[in-house]
């Protein structure tokens, strides 16, 4: 079982928007503004597309939005693409005695 | 541009130590970041496994303390993973990462080790 919870699945038809969800607790998601998130396709090493809740590395379409309210951070695709079906996964710092990193268990965009 | 490259044997055997190391180059290790390992197991999703700072400073995910360690070599730009007492459940892509702010950013393409006797 996944740190952070995301749902397994999500839809959207092209032009559409469509949002992930990645809840944690206080400690993680609730408690520190270092949500990234990564997009993969299938056979390919994950690229970062959100850091620090809403940050966009360099070359990331403005499609791609993050947001986080209390634990509960989210991702936004608008504009949805083809090439945005992918797997997604959202990690967070995890505080405490032992500080490290937790991921979801990812979330499969489908474009229809 | 960073890139990161893993090394090490495909096949471990059950109870064994698995030994990966990453090379970097384009980027001084001795610079201000943290440098990981992430895991994918076949068909699943990604586990932090644990970070390193060149000054020795580590960071390991909580469930797999005390069989996992991680090291760096200033001399050769790399750094390396070991875990001890594997089993099928370690079975896995390793990627290595620079890491900034607890958010891996580059990663290595990734190796394939398959826990099996």
């Known amino acids: 079982q996944s740190a952070l919870t995301q749902p397994p699945s999500a839809s959207g038809s092209p032009g559409q928007s469509v949002t992930i969800s990645c809840t944690g607790t206080?400690?993680?998601?609730?408690?520190?503004?270092?949500v990234s998130w990564y997009q993969q396709h299938p056979g390919k090493v994950p690229k970062r597309m959100i850091y620090?809740?809403?940050k966009r590395p360099s070359g990331v379409p403005d499609r791609f939005s993050g947001s986080k309210s209390g634990s509960t951070a989210s991702l936004t695709v608008s504009g949805l693409q083809a090439e945005d079906e992918a797997e997604y996964y959202c990690?967070?710092?995890?505080?405490?005695?032992?500080?490290?990193?937790?991921f979801g268990g990812g979330t499969k965009l489908t474009v229809l | 541009q960073v890139q990161l490259q893993e090394s090490g044997p495909g096949l471990v055997k059950p109870s064994e130590t698995l030994s990966l190391t990453c090379t970097v180059s384009?980027?001084?290790?001795?610079?201000?970041?943290?440098w990981g390992w992430v895991r994918q197991p076949p068909g699943k999703g990604l586990e932090w496994i644990g970070t390193?700072?060149?000054?020795?400073?580590?960071f390991y995910k909580p469930s797999l303390n005390g069989r996992v360690s991680i090291s760096v070599d200033t001399s050769k730009n790399q750094f390396s993973l070991k875990l001890t007492s594997v089993t099928a459940t370690d079975t896995a892509v390793y990627y290595c990462?620079?890491?900034?702010?607890?958010?891996?950013?580059?990663w290595g393409q990734g190796t394939l080790v398959t826990v099996s006797s």
């Open positions: 990462v620079r890491e900034i702010a607890s958010s891996p950013d580059f």
């Open positions: 384009g980027l001084s290790i001795s610079s201000d970041y943290y």
């Open positions: 390193i700072h060149h000054t020795g400073r580590t």
């Open positions: 206080s400690t993680d998601v609730g408690g520190y503004n270092y």
């Open positions: 620090e809740v809403s």
């Open positions: 990690s967070s710092h995890a505080g405490g005695n032992n500080p490290h990193v937790v």
